[in-house]
Each structure stands twice: as C-alpha cells, then as structure tokens.
C-alpha cells in the first residue's frame, strides 16, 4: 500500500522559498510510469494544483504559478520535492502531495503559514 | 483552463436522505473526472475514478455518472459519517483543476 507524507518548514517569511518534500513508501517513485503531484489548499478554501514531475523527470506546472514553482524527484530517497520561491502571505495554505494524474493516492497535508 | 462547477455549494440532509451532487465542466472531458470526500483537519479521499468507477474499500452508497460536461455524485443513503465537503476533479487537460466544493452537513 503506497503511502504518501508530506514534511517541511511550517513557518517562512516573505519573500524566502518554500521547500517541502513529499517521501513515498510501499512503492519506487521511479516506477509504474506515475506523476507525482503537489496542490495546496488555502484556508477555508478550494484545491488548486501546483504541478507534476513524472517518474521520468519531466515536469509541468500551472501556468499561474509557473514563474516560481520547481519540483523535482530525489530517486535514491523516494521522494519529491517542491520548491516556491518569493512567497508572500497568498502562499499560505495546507500543501498536499498526491500520486498519479488521477491523483488516487494523497499525503495528509502539511500547513505553512508565511509571515515574518 | 477548463472551469469546474458544482451545485449546490451547500446542502442540509438527514441521515437517510438520497444526495445528488452536480459537476459540470466548461468544455467535454470524456469520463476523465474523480470525485473526493474532504472532512475537516484531512486530506481529500478519493471516492471515484473515471465518473463512474467506485474506489476500493468505498462503500456502495457512493455512485457516480456522467461524461462530457455532466457528471454526478450520488450517496443513496446518507450516513453519519458521510457529513463532509465532496470536490470533483477533472484531469483531462492541464492543468487539472477542481469543482468549488460542496458542502454535506446535518439538518
């Protein structure tokens, strides 16, 4: 059974980067093809999603976050990482990790509040 | 972008009550829709894949229908547990993007 767990900074201040990472296990990140998502949910709000890297590397983001969005895979730890640069008080929210393009598979959450 | 709506927002049942959610997408995007249960302080839990295909362990209450730009998400009868906030997903073209919610809550 794959599981998913987010972990990271729950506090960063404007205009820093949010670095975060997502450690699979019960499966290889680099196998069974998946893309491997991240999405945030500000509070009291909807899910927006961040973007992917499939298991090959290749990445794509949503166009409204693009300019400030790497996420990358670290096959030799089996996880991903998520990288927001610039961050203002608009990037505070609960950031998810997820398997797949059907995004079957989700870690718990983890809050970042970003504030000096 | 494809645009998700959803409707109601909100709805109050009782335990017992048959509940129809509506999705609908601004453009067609096959059967490539997922439907997810969120309570509060938890990750969204996956109830539905493809439209209509009922996740592993889900109970059978939970139905879903639809292709192109209508879908639906059915709970013949409503339990307890099944007070939460309910999101579709689309997934046919990036970016995916989500339904606004709709809330399920106690009457």
């Known amino acids: 059974q794959v599981q998913l767990q987010e972990s990271g900074p729950g506090l960063v201040k404007p205009s820093q980067t949010l670095s975060l990472t997502c450690t699979v296990s019960g499966g290889s990140i680099s196998s069974g093809g998946y893309y491997w998502n991240w999405i945030r949910q500000h509070p009291g709000k909807g899910l927006e999603w961040i973007g992917y890297?499939?298991?090959?590397?290749?990445?794509y983001y949503n166009p409204s976050l693009r300019s400030r969005v790497t996420i990358s895979l670290d096959t030799s730890k089996n996880q991903f990482s998520l990288n927001l640069s610039s961050v203002t008080a608009a990037d505070t929210a609960v950031y998810y990790c997820?398997?797949?393009?059907?995004?079957?598979?989700w870690g718990q959450g983890t809050t970042v509040t970003v504030s000096s | 972008d494809i645009q998700m709506t959803q409707s109601p927002s909100s709805l109050s049942a009782s335990v017992g009550d048959r509940v129809t959610i509506t999705c609908r997408a601004s453009?067609?995007?096959?059967?490539?829709l997922g439907w997810y249960q969120q309570k509060p302080g938890k990750a969204p839990k996956r109830l539905i894949y493809?439209?209509?295909s009922l996740q592993s362990g889900v109970p059978s209450r939970f139905s879903g229908s639809g292709s192109g730009t209508e879908f639906t998400l059915t709970i013949s009868s409503l339990q307890p547990e099944d007070f939460a906030t309910y999101y579709c997903?689309?997934?046919?073209?990036?970016?995916?993007?989500f339904g606004p919610g709709t809330k399920v809550d106690i009457k």
């Open positions: 890297v499939f298991y090959s590397g290749s990445t």
């Open positions: 453009q067609g995007i096959r059967n490539d």
């Open positions: 997820a398997r797949a393009e059907r995004m079957d598979v």
């Open positions: 997903l689309q997934h046919n073209s990036y970016p995916p993007t």
């Open positions: 493809a439209a209509s």
